[in-house]
């Protein structure tokens, strides 16, 4: 394969527009990295599902064409170099605390576009209460949470979501539900929130549910630009190296195991249920209810 | 006898509810409305839930030091606990009003200081009999006004009238009612 | 108005638009003033689920290019300490109020100065330091805030007023500053508020792997904290002209000190108030001059067991006696305590450490006449 000639590929508009242009004799674009994304070279490992995620990500801001808005949260994790990769504004948050960083951004620009990526250890163990509280506020902001049921950047500690019995550092004999607990199932709990709008799991082991999870991370932005509530994507991901497996046999572990524990599917979405937004969604739900029914007086 | 016109520190004190820290804050006005240095602390947190509040008033020519008036001029308790807990210190020839309605024992047993003056009267009981129940915390403000002098009589009226609210105009005249109640009790 | 509301409205007036908090006493006023006043200015009030969270909104308001604040009182402190050091760390300016109460621990909730290490010495992990004011009046609580806000931009690193329960809860006559012009706030170019597409986009960092990045970030940021230690010292000086005994006293302390050392002088002691605005910058050029002008003892008058006196220590380096008197646990000294330690300093005795028992004020009895519960055979 002829290397592509970097100084042409170079073009200022969306890749929609890059597709097809001519860039030499012989040479035409098919596919050109989003405009959102940087050149620079990600850190992720071989095989791991983070690149595919965050190549979503971008697509998703090119296609809606809100990359001079998006204001974009980087966790602590293997992610943590997302701000690098990123064309858009991006800010690098406390570990757990990104939903925090996202309020913040989000009340002082409304109009903006925030969105928070975070693994299972940052969302679901040391940031539980910013993600439970940004939900149950209805914060206007999307989030791309990463479940790969272990935590990847420090070496393959037992995650949140690690799998009962699953063989990690810390639990070396293998998850003790007796001892530790159980995982933490992340879509099922946020569903049952008022201010979330909408909730879907999907994962990315083939060109199908790659696809899938693209057109949730497009409705989790478009949520968020038509004002309709909080949106997560939980993506059930794979971590070869801290798995200790080859990136097919990870996925293939992936759909043994992970998928059964995390089912895919739409766990919430205040749209497909009749409603104009998740504040309408909790009005409905709460009928019975007087007080939450009262109107405010401006 | 102390310089009232040179410096106030009065410490207000009794049970939360009496209107204690509202009979402050109309003699913190009275030093405002004077052009006075003016400090108004109260006590607050858990003590304020049922048991004694209380407030430090000083009104001053100076510039105030410490809000917290340990050796008062002055003093307006309204329970049995604040007599215990603060006559003795008030200074010598400082003044003392007590409502014996609830402090029932007054001054007595308590070791002043030299020529300390003590109006014990029943204001709460004054204050029902004259339908201006929760209002003798002014009777007390009036009592004390009329020992001390700390200011002009018309400046203690615009200070109360400055501290009723405009939604409740309607107990501005009981208020001032229950000032001169106090003088002439 | 209360101290604490004083703050609210004063930083609402220095264009303060967002305020994230949770609730704590002694501070509630100011909250509650927040929430009531913001939103019919167009501004945020949020309380946050915790102060782990409000501090991270703070960070991520004052990254998106926002006047924005939060306030707490020791132990929410505490929690702070992270988003702080992030703030620090990423060059965001915010401001940080904390209405000091007791500790260690939960504490107390009286009015206390035992945070000052705290507040000095970096609140969080990592090597900073912050800008801290430290109001000694109602009309101080609005006239700091409002520098603290214009600080913090400048210099883009998050600044802290630490007031005290007293100061917070206190009424006194104040003057309020005018209300800013929100047009007139300094460009924040940097800022990441969505690139439009116009510019190179703008990142908020505080990760730096490579040893050396991060070397210079440092060395940058340090640069800008002797800029501060240059220009932004502050301190207020009483009957210091011909002091032989020099009180250094900030906060709630200094209010005590003041009417200390004018009954002092009154007994015909040189003594003189250095009251530290800000305490860090400390006010090391203040007492230079004073060393060279002939003082020869320093006495810190403190709300804990001794913090401030180090940099006392530290100012004076040898060149005068440093004793120290103080209270502790929300215990206040009063006037005539404080003039005991000044008749000491200036008797050449050592200072008693606290209230003889019985003494005026004194709500707790001195720790060695106390009985532990094992010899009270409890």
């Known amino acids: ?298 | 006898m102390a310089d009232y016109n040179h410096e106030l520190l009065c410490v207000l004190s009794g049970f939360g509810g009496q209107g204690l820290l509202f009979a402050g804050k109309i003699m913190a006005n009275c030093g405002l409305i004077d052009g006075r240095q003016v400090s108004w602390m109260p006590s607050y947190g858990p003590e304020m839930r049922g048991g004694t509040a209380n407030c430090s008033v000083s009104l001053s020519d100076d510039a105030i030091g410490t809000p917290f008036i340990t050796k008062p001029t002055a003093l307006i308790a309204m329970n049995q606990p604040s007599v215990e807990k603060f006559a003795a210190s008030v200074q010598p020839g400082g003044a003392i009003v007590i409502d014996t309605t609830l402090a029932m024992n007054g001054a007595e047993g308590v070791e002043l200081a030299d020529g300390v003056e003590v109006a014990a009267f029943k204001a709460t009981e004054i204050a029902e009999a004259e339908g201006l129940k929760g209002l003798a915390n002014i009777i007390c403000l009036g009592k004390l006004w009329s020992l001390t002098n700390f200011c002009e009589r018309e400046v203690a009226d615009a200070a109360i009238t400055k501290c009723v609210p405009p939604k409740r105009r309607h107990l501005l005249e009981p208020n001032l009612r229950a000032f001169q109640l106090g003088i002439d009790a | ?378």
């Open chain 3, 1 to 378: 108005m209360k101290g604490n509301e004083v703050l609210a409205e004063a930083a609402m007036r220095a264009g303060c638009r967002f305020f994230f908090g949770y609730p704590i006493t002694p501070q509630t006023e100011l909250a509650a003033y927040m929430a009531k006043k913001l939103p019919t200015i167009g501004g945020t009030f949020l309380q946050a689920e915790s102060e782990i969270a409000a501090i991270n909104m703070v960070y991520g308001a004052a990254a998106a290019g926002a006047r924005v604040m939060t306030s707490s009182s020791s132990p929410g402190v505490s929690l702070k300490g992270e988003g702080v050091s992030y703030m620090a760390g990423a060059d965001c300016p915010g401001v940080i109020v904390n209405v000091q109460r007791g500790g260690p621990g939960l504490g107390g909730i009286q009015p206390s100065q035992s945070d000052y290490f705290q507040a000095t010495r970096a609140l969080g992990h990592g090597d900073f330091y912050m800008p801290v004011f430290a109001p000694s009046t109602v009309q101080e609580m609005a006239d700091l805030i409002y520098d603290a806000f214009d600080l913090a931009d400048e210099y883009r690193t998050p600044t802290m007023i630490l007031a005290d329960g007293m100061i917070g809860q206190m009424m006194e006559p104040v003057l309020l500053p005018p209300e800013r012009d929100l047009s007139t706030l300094p460009a924040k170019p940097w800022a990441t508020s969505g690139s439009r597409m116009e510019r190179k986009h703008n990142v908020i960092n505080s990760l730096y792997l490579s040893p050396n990045k991060l070397e210079d970030t440092n060395y940058e940021r340090f640069e800008r904290y002797e800029q501060i230690k240059e220009k932004h010292q502050r301190q207020e000086l009483m009957s210091c002209d011909d002091a032989q005994i020099v009180v250094v006293a900030f906060g709630a302390a200094s209010r005590i000190a003041r009417t200390a050392v004018r009954d002092a002088r009154k007994k015909g002691i040189k003594a003189g108030l250095l009251r530290p605005i800000t305490l860090w910058p400390f006010p090391t050029k203040a007492i230079d001059e004073l060393c060279d002008g002939g003082a020869s003892s320093f006495l810190s008058v403190e709300l804990n067991m001794g913090q401030m006196v180090q940099d006392v220590r530290l100012a004076v380096n040898g060149r005068a006696s440093v004793d120290f008197y103080g209270r502790t646990g929300g215990v206040l000294p009063t006037p005539e305590e404080v003039l005991q330690a000044i008749e000491k300093v200036a008797a050449g005795e050592p200072v008693v450490q606290s209230a003889e028992p019985g003494a005026v004020g004194s709500l707790l009895p001195h720790p060695k006449h106390r009985k532990s519960s094992y010899e009270r055979g409890e």
């Open chain 1, 1 to 298: 394969m002829a290397k592509p000639n970097k100084a042409l590929i170079k073009l200022p508009a969306y890749q929609e527009e890059r597709i097809g242009t001519q860039i030499a004799e012989g040479e035409t674009i098919r596919a050109a990295r989003p405009h959102v994304l940087t050149d620079v070279v990600t850190n992720y490992c071989p095989g791991c599902t983070h690149g595919i995620v965050n190549r979503l990500v971008a697509e998703c801001i090119d296609e809606l064409g809100i990359e001079g808005k998006t204001v974009g949260i980087a966790p602590v994790g293997c992610s943590v170099m997302m701000y690098d990769f990123f064309n858009c504004d991006m800010i690098e948050a406390a570990h757990g605390r990104a939903p925090a960083v996202a309020t913040g951004v989000k009340r002082v620009h409304p109009e903006n576009v925030v969105f928070a990526y975070q693994g299972d250890g940052d969302l679901a163990s040391i940031g539980t209460a910013e993600t439970v509280h940004a939900a149950t506020r209805g914060e206007k902001i999307t989030v791309i949470f990463i479940n790969n049921a272990i935590y990847g950047m420090t070496g393959g500690q037992m995650a949140p979501t690690s799998l009962p019995n699953q063989v990690t550092q810390t639990s070396p004999y293998g998850r003790d539900v007796s001892k530790v607990g159980y995982p933490v199932r992340i879509s099922e709990l946020l569903a049952t929130l008022d201010g979330v709008a909408y909730v879907e799991r999907v994962t990315c082991d083939s060109r199908q549910h790659i696809m899938q999870a693209k057109k949730a991370i497009k409705k989790a932005f478009q949520n968020q630009i038509d004002g309709i509530g909080y949106s997560l994507v939980e993506v059930v991901a794979t971590c070869p190296t801290n798995w200790g497996m080859t990136p097919l046999d990870a996925f293939q572990w992936l759909r043994d195991n992970m998928l059964p524990y995390y089912p895919l599917g739409v766990y919430k979405d205040v749209v497909a249920d009749g409603f104009a937004t998740a504040a309408d969604a909790a009005l409905e739900r709460a009928k019975d209810c007087p007080i939450a029914q009262q109107k405010k007086e401006d």
